[in-house]
């Protein structure tokens, strides 16, 4: 099992920027991909951005593209985003995530941070 511990979560005016943390623990050699999913008041849970872990290979969704920045640090099993330029569009809860394979199922979950952007 790998547990996974959001932080950094906030209220930031429009055209800000923030940086989430999260902090993986336990079976952290069995994960793959790390990401970043958010979900907005009666939206869909989305994909924002997602790292291999043992490498460097990032992906991120269009909407964040240029303005959001993935990075890690295994030696402290930390997943970052620095979130720049954001807007109110950004507003939601954002889940840290581990794969322990390639695909689409992401098997383990953090509790989410709330971010809000006030325009």
């Given at each position: 099992?790998?547990?996974?511990?959001?932080?950094?979560?906030?209220?930031?005016?429009?055209?800000?920027?923030?940086?989430?943390?999260?902090?993986?623990?336990?079976?952290?050699?069995?994960?793959?991909?790390?990401?970043?999913?958010?979900?907005?008041?009666?939206?869909?849970?989305?994909?924002?951005?997602k790292?291999?872990?043992?490498?460097?290979?990032?992906?991120?969704?269009?909407?964040?593209?240029?303005?959001?920045?993935?990075?890690?640090?295994?030696?402290?099993?930390?997943l970052?985003?620095?979130?720049?330029?954001?807007?109110?569009?950004?507003?939601?809860?954002?889940f840290?995530?581990?794969?322990?394979?390639?695909?689409?199922?992401?098997?383990?979950?953090?509790?989410?941070?709330?971010?809000?952007?006030?325009?």
């Amino acid at each position: 099992q790998v547990q996974l511990v959001e932080s950094g979560g906030g209220l930031v005016q429009a055209g800000g920027s923030l940086r989430l943390s999260c902090a993986a623990s336990g079976r952290t050699a069995s994960i793959y991909n790390m990401g970043w999913f958010r979900q907005a008041p009666g939206k869909e849970r989305e994909f924002v951005a997602k790292i291999r872990w043992g490498g460097a290979s990032t992906y991120y969704a269009s909407s964040v593209k240029g303005r959001f920045t993935i990075s890690k640090d295994n030696a402290k099993n930390m997943l970052y985003l620095q979130m720049n330029s954001l807007n109110a569009e950004d507003t939601a809860v954002y889940f840290c995530t581990a794969q322990r394979s390639a695909g689409t199922v992401y098997d383990y979950w953090g509790q989410g941070t709330q971010v809000t952007v006030s325009s």
